[in-house]
């Protein structure tokens, strides 16, 4: 499995931004989005299920960020609304071929700056 993130960018504070992940393999792969700010260790911003049914969110981006899936190109967005000062961060997209637990493939990050 290989995935390749893009979309990152420097935007304004309440502002938006899409994240892509273009993704090649196959099986039942769940798709994650972490995010890595300075000094702060990486964390699980958003995961999504094969079919797109199943979503899982950090707490802190709720109500603000959408994760979404379309298998015919491949591809995981993150779409990033309300974005505030703390979403500041390289974003990476990761992968995990159920039913394992680790998300064992991982893309180079995109860095998201959000600016007052």
């Known amino acids: 499995v290989q995935l390749q993130a893009s979309g990152g960018g420097l935007v304004q504070a309440g502002g938006s931004l899409r994240l892509s992940c273009a993704i090649s393999?196959?099986?039942?792969?769940?798709v994650g989005w972490f995010r890595q700010a300075p000094g702060k260790a990486r964390g699980l911003v958003a995961a999504?299920?094969?079919?797109?049914?199943?979503?899982d969110y950090a707490d802190s981006v709720k109500g603000r960020f959408t994760i979404s899936r379309d298998n015919a190109k491949n591809t995981v967005y993150l779409d990033m609304n309300s974005l505030k000062l703390e979403d500041t961060a390289v974003y990476f997209c990761?992968?995990?071929?159920?039913?394992?637990?680790?998300?064992?493939?991982w893309g180079k990050g995109t860095l998201v700056t959000v600016s007052s």
């Open positions: 393999g196959r099986g039942n792969i769940e």
């Open positions: 990761a992968a995990r071929l159920l039913p394992r637990a680790l998300f064992e493939y």
């Open positions: 999504i299920g094969l079919s797109g049914g199943s979503t």
